[in-house]
């Protein structure tokens, strides 16, 4: 009997599973209006409701318009779900193929910003933020910008759109009205959006901005998984009102002890929100605050009202908090917690970045800042909001190891795309650039090391083996022998006795110099053939420099082409090659003639260097071979860096508040002259391609300082100081005439150029050394016969 009853429950469990299945199936798989209608907002909804027939009336015909107008309804709602994942709008399935034109990216990347919008009827100008104005400022100062719509790539609004809180007093109103107003709108194509902040109170919804994007690309801080556009969207970092617009404050590690025992093990200080979103997370870190090693404190004493809202906790906590200076924990602590606030982005990670103090996320569905291209795993560790009670065993597990690299990577990064709004701008532009299908692709090693993408120029090379600071990671060594390249700007007659003659000679006995290269920037005529030094086998070529207009008539300088040959040795004279670099000079910006040439041309990129080496030398250096083989022999197992002779120095001058140039005997120095150096040839196409426009306007006015200007270069790419090799200090022949060197007020303006340079860097890259290179045996009271370079030791200092 009891058997029986089993069978029979066994029976009926089995029938019911079966209805239950089926019936559910058949219920799931039907496509009612009413099951869509989940799915849509309230308003959505209500319009769907008002367009259901009404069942009041008993008309079989109404019955049908009914039904008519539930399946148009259906079909509606159904097309509204497909599209309703991101703000209700169809630009959420965006990608660059479908929402962004191409055609107007091919042959240069150009951002076009809009001008200003008019004076309102009071005569006041529209709003705009100090944050925004950096960013704009940054645009219109760097080589990105264009002043033409119709050569643009991208464009940004003059509109500021940083914060979309309505709360805010930089809240701007009306932006729908003043997007529509926009000639090249074009519902936001290849438009781009910066934005820090979106919603408001209570919910601080990451997709309200108070207008319809488009198919504008969003460059924006606190972004979600859930709603950027994978491939389209850029997530960017939250930064204060204070932050610089240029490269600011360094990294703050200045040493890399290992093990780096610091006081704190995990640290953090901040606002606690005793109710709404973002709350959980941070009201809950006084559990894992034992006041020894691990400081989590809280207050919150924050808000106009913050009195009424207060908890039994906030005195408590209060009186924890101000014991602590976050500063001193910064630069004191291993880890720094890095919780969400309102929104998942946090002021907070860019310190910890800067401070090296390894940055711990709470901030679950947070898309990191440029996550497509850093690989934050090397520099953050990322915890769980759910789980934070296992956070201090997380960090308690990683090894000492492990901690220093992170550290590292932490200022890496900070220094590379993060100290200033410019690198943050430029960055997001350069990941926007890659997208393009005709752009080279820098691999994530380039991205995640030093010097960084934005200084690794893939235009340059179709190799990383090309750039001179990524040898040594890979293991390989720069190709042999070195072009020298004499700039001629005085122009003596020509003659046996002359130090230019002299140099050309010495030169063509190198065992190393592969050609010679002579750019001729004097007034005087080239000389005739037979007043040059027989070079040999070694390849001789002269490029006459005319005039540059930096303006409205730099272009018609490739018109000033001709071109020279004699029988052997041959003779080229042109106007640079490279010319069109120059493209990128604004009408409105610069408008200058100088019918002297640049003495920036020195360090175009000409197409006769092809090796990684470059000689630079002035006409009357004064060396001879010995010097420089040994000089080429110590570039080579230094080629990131500036090895030559003539060294000089910078300083501090508190009675100026200034920088101050010296070419005095120091114990140190910071700039070796290019009028006798060896560097790598890619840093002459950075020069030309890379740097601002303002330093090389600086040069070109003052006809001046290019050789303190590709230190600062090199100094900034590498962060290492240049290299000095034997002991002489001077290299010019005192017996050539005129010299801008003899000018007194030469020194006057190249310590001007400093720190003009040094503000538009905005810091100084320059770094001191007190190593100086000397070969093997050197002054050693032994054979001369033992020695490889033995006329080093008779030059005088």
């Known amino acids: 009997m009891q058997a029986k009853k089993r069978y029979i429950l066994v029976f009926v469990s089995c029938a019911f599973l079966a209805y239950c299945y089926f019936g559910g199936y058949r219920l799931k798989k039907s496509d009612g209006p009413h099951r869509n209608l989940q799915v849509v907002d309230s308003v959505t909804r209500a319009r769907l409701l008002e367009k259901l027939p009404s069942y009041k009336l008993g008309d079989s015909v109404q019955m049908l318009q009914g039904i008519d107008k539930m399946n148009k309804a259906a079909n509606k709602v159904n097309k509204i779900k497909e599209i309703s994942l991101d703000d209700g709008n169809k630009e959420r399935s965006?990608?660059?193929?479908?929402?962004?034109?191409?055609?107007k990216?091919?042959?240069?990347?150009?951002?076009?910003?809009?001008?200003?919008?008019?004076?309102n009827s009071l005569g006041a100008a529209p709003p705009v933020s100090a944050n925004y104005q950096k960013i704009l400022s940054a645009i219109r100062e760097s080589r990105y910008y264009t002043s033409q719509p119709e050569r643009a790539c991208l464009f940004v609004l003059a509109i500021d759109t940083l914060d979309r809180d309505s709360l805010s007093n930089d809240y701007v109103r009306n932006v729908p009205s003043r997007l529509a107003r926009l000639t090249y709108w074009n519902n936001g194509r290849n438009h781009?959006?910066?934005?820090?902040?979106?919603?408001?109170?209570?919910?601080?919804?990451?997709?309200s901005l108070g207008f319809d994007p488009g198919e504008a690309i969003l460059a924006k801080a606190s972004m979600s998984v859930l709603h950027i556009r994978p491939n389209f969207d850029i997530s960017i970092p939250l930064f204060h009102k204070q932050f610089p617009l240029r490269s600011g404050s360094s990294g703050l590690v200045q040493t890399n002890n290992f093990p780096a025992n610091k006081k704190y093990?995990?640290?953090?200080?901040?606002?606690?929100?005793?109710?709404?979103?973002?709350?959980?997370?941070?009201?809950?870190?006084?559990?894992?605050?034992?006041?020894?090693?691990?400081?989590?404190?809280?207050?919150?004493?924050?808000?106009?009202?913050w009195r009424e809202l207060q908890d039994g906790r906030c005195d408590e906590d209060n009186r924890e908090y101000d014991k602590y200076d976050y500063e001193t924990l910064l630069q004191n602590s291993t880890f720094c917690l890095v919780p969400r606030g309102r929104r998942l982005g946090s002021f907070r990670f860019l310190e910890a970045l800067q401070a090296g103090c390894i940055p711990v996320l709470l901030s679950n569905s947070w898309v990191l800042p440029f996550e497509s291209k850093i690989d934050w795993k090397e520099a953050v560790i990322w915890a769980d909001e759910r789980l934070l009670l296992q956070v201090p065993e997380v960090v308690r597990s990683i090894s000492l190891e492990r901690i220093l690299a992170l550290r590292q990577q932490t200022q890496v990064l900070w220094e590379r795309y993060f100290g200033s709004i410019e690198k943050i701008v430029f960055t997001t532009f350069e990941i926007i650039r890659e997208r393009l299908p005709d752009y080279p692709i820098r691999n994530t090693f380039i991205w995640n090391t030093s010097p960084g993408a934005l200084l690794t120029l893939p235009t340059f090379a179709d190799s990383s083996r090309y750039m001179p600071f990524l040898l040594d990671s890979m293991g390989v060594e720069p190709r042999h022998n070195y072009t020298a390249v004499i700039y001629v700007q005085i122009g003596s007659i020509l003659g046996p006795n002359t130090a230019l003659y002299k140099l050309i000679k010495t030169i063509s006995k190198s065992q190393f110099v592969d050609r010679i290269l002579v750019l001729w920037a004097a007034d005087r005529p080239i000389p005739s053939?037979?007043?040059?030094?027989?070079?040999?086998?070694?390849?001789?070529?002269?490029?006459?420099?005319?005039?540059?207009?930096?303006?409205?008539?730099?272009?018609?300088?490739?018109?000033?082409?001709?071109?020279?040959f004699f029988n052997g040795t041959i003779l080229t004279a042109q106007a640079p090659p490279h010319l069109q670099d120059f493209k990128h000079f604004k009408d409105e910006t610069f408008d200058i003639f100088d019918e002297r040439p640049s003495i920036s041309q020195r360090f175009y990129p000409y197409p006769e260097i092809q090796t990684d080496a470059v000689l630079s030398l002035d006409e009357d250096s004064i060396l001879n071979t010995d010097e420089l083989d040994f000089a080429y022999t110590v570039w080579r197992d230094f080629p990131d860096r500036i090895v030559g002779y003539p060294a000089r120095a910078h300083f501090w001058d508190d009675t100026k508040n200034a920088w101050g140039y010296t070419s005095k005997w120091t114990n140190y120095y910071s700039i070796v002259l290019t009028g006798a150096a060896f560097y790598h040839r890619y840093y002459n196409?950075?020069?030309?391609?890379?740097?601002?426009?303002?330093?090389?306007?600086?040069?070109?006015?003052?006809?001046?300082?290019?050789?303190?200007?590709?230190?600062?270069?090199?100094?900034?790419?590498?962060?290492?100081?240049?290299?000095?090799?034997?002991?002489?200090?001077?290299?010019?022949?005192?017996e050539t005439g005129h010299s801008p060197w003899n000018d007194p007020d030469h020194f006057i303006q190249r310590q001007s150029c400093l720190n003009t340079f040094a503000a538009v860097f905005g810091y100084m890259p320059l770094i001191r050394s007190n190593l100086r290179l000397d070969p093997v045996l050197y002054r050693d009271p032994v054979s001369n016969l033992r020695k490889k370079y033995r006329q080093i030791e008779l030059v005088g200092s």
């Open 94 to 103: 965006c990608r660059m193929e479908r929402c962004f034109d191409f055609t």
């Open 192 to 207: 781009l959006i910066f934005n820090l902040y979106s919603g408001t109170w209570p919910d601080y919804a990451e997709d």
């Open 529 to 564: 053939k037979k007043r040059w030094p027989t070079t040999y086998h070694i390849p001789f070529h002269i490029i006459t420099l005319s005039g540059l207009t930096i303006g409205k008539s730099l272009r018609s300088m490739k018109n000033d082409a001709s071109e020279k």
């Open 105 to 119: 990216c091919y042959g240069e990347f150009l951002v076009y910003v809009y001008p200003p919008e008019p004076l």
């Open 265 to 305: 093990l995990l640290a953090f200080k901040g606002k606690r929100y005793v109710h709404g979103i973002g709350s959980e997370t941070r009201n809950s870190l006084f559990h894992l605050h034992n006041g020894r090693d691990i400081i989590l404190v809280t207050t919150c004493r924050h808000g106009k009202s």
């Open 685 to 734: 196409y950075l020069y030309t391609n890379w740097l601002s426009l303002l330093l090389l306007k600086t040069v070109q006015q003052s006809s001046n300082c290019e050789d303190i200007l590709m230190n600062l270069l090199v100094s900034h790419v590498t962060r290492k100081p240049p290299i000095k090799v034997t002991q002489r200090k001077g290299y010019k022949d005192r």
